[in-house]
T-cell receptor
Framework: DAGITQSPRHKVTETGTPVTLRCHQT?????MYWYRQDPGHGLRLIHY???????DKGEVSDGYSVSRSKTEDFLLTLESATSSQTSVYFC??????????????FGPGTRLLVL | SQQGEEDPQALSIQEGENATMNCSYK?????LQWYRQNSGRGLVHLIL?????REKHSGRLRVTLDTSKKSSSLLITASRAADTASYFC?????????????FGKGITLSVRP
């Protein structure tokens, strides 16, 4: 999985609790992304980062925050988990080719169940 | 908003047959990519075709892009049981210094031995 790890791989939590998912890469890629995958919706972008401390919102960012204090780590926080955030979360990375990042490389995913 | 829409949603073929999957999109793109996802795993990049290209090959994969029809197709020739997976098209668009991918909902391919 292109030097990308996600932790934890599985998590069960209760509604209202904060949850942090971690993505760690060893590829020194500049760009990192968080997606969620749900049946019938495919992959949807939550947040992405284009450098240390540089992040931006994606399509479904409500209820999520991110932080990137080091090139290799990108954290996704569910501030107060809800059942609608039960999903499989994927981290992805990419680097620049000719100034534009194109191909993305995905981590193994984190299965989150919010009860 | 979903950009790529794959067709069919599910495809079942016999080993050795060819598999053709289609993707349509709505707005301008800079590139279109195809990814594969095996059950319980992350997505794996298969092939990228840029908006000024019409056809690309990679091993048993052939992808075409018709920007006038806003559509792409992925052909897997001589399919194998190991090709059983979900396949996603993703449209890439450059936005300033960044680019984003928008994924379709995926096609489930089953290859029967």
């Amino acid at each position: 999985d292109a030097g990308i790890t996600q932790s934890p791989r599985h998590k069960v939590t209760e509604t209202g609790t904060p949850v942090t998912l971690r993505c760690h890469q060893t590829e020194n890629h500049r760009y990192m992304y968080w997606y969620r995958q749900d049946p019938g919706h495919g992959l949807r972008l939550i947040h992405y980062s284009y450098g240390v401390k540089d992040t931006d919102k994606g399509e479904v960012s409500d209820g999520y925050s991110v932080s990137r204090s080091k090139t290799e780590d990108f954290l996704l926080t569910l501030e107060s988990a809800t059942s609608s955030q039960t999903s499989v979360y994927f981290c992805a990375i990419s680097d620049s080719s000719g100034g534009k990042q194109e191909t993305q490389y995905f981590g193994p995913g984190t299965r989150l169940l919010v009860l | 908003s979903q950009q790529g829409e794959e067709d069919p949603q599910a495809l079942s073929i016999q080993e050795g047959e060819n598999a053709t999957m289609n993707c349509s999109y709505k707005t301008s793109i800079n590139n279109l990519q195809w990814y594969r996802q095996n059950s319980g795993r992350g997505l794996v990049h298969l092939i990228l075709i840029r908006s000024n290209e019409r056809e690309k090959h990679s091993g048993r994969l052939r992808v075409t892009l018709d920007t006038s029809k806003k559509s792409s197709s992925l052909l897997i020739t001589a399919s194998r049981a190991a090709d059983t997976a979900s396949y996603f098209c993703a449209t890439g668009l450059y936005t300033g210094a960044n680019s984003k991918l928008t994924f379709g909902k995926g096609i489930t391919l089953s290859v029967r031995p």
